[in-house]
């Protein structure tokens, strides 16, 4: 069984971007991004890498982000 945690504070993302955690990305309760992982964050903005060559730019503001994790 999988548990999706809500990033909302800086350490959160620290966190996720740290340790590589894949996340999912909502906006306006659409899934926008899954499988991604934190290259950068500021108070605006979370830069997100899916592939070499493919980031994306998602507005903390307007976007929810989920880490998945199993359980063990």
Aim: with cysteine.
């Amino acid at each position: 069984m999988a548990v999706n945690r809500r990033l909302e504070t800086d350490e959160d993302f620290a966190e996720a971007q740290e340790k590589q955690l894949r996340l999912r990305v909502f906006r306006d309760d659409h899934l926008v991004d899954a499988g991604s992982v934190i290259v950068r964050f500021d108070a605006d903005t979370v830069v997100l890498q899916s592939g070499v060559g493919d980031l994306a730019y998602h507005p903390r503001s307007r976007c929810e982000f989920f880490e998945l994790r199993r359980q063990r």
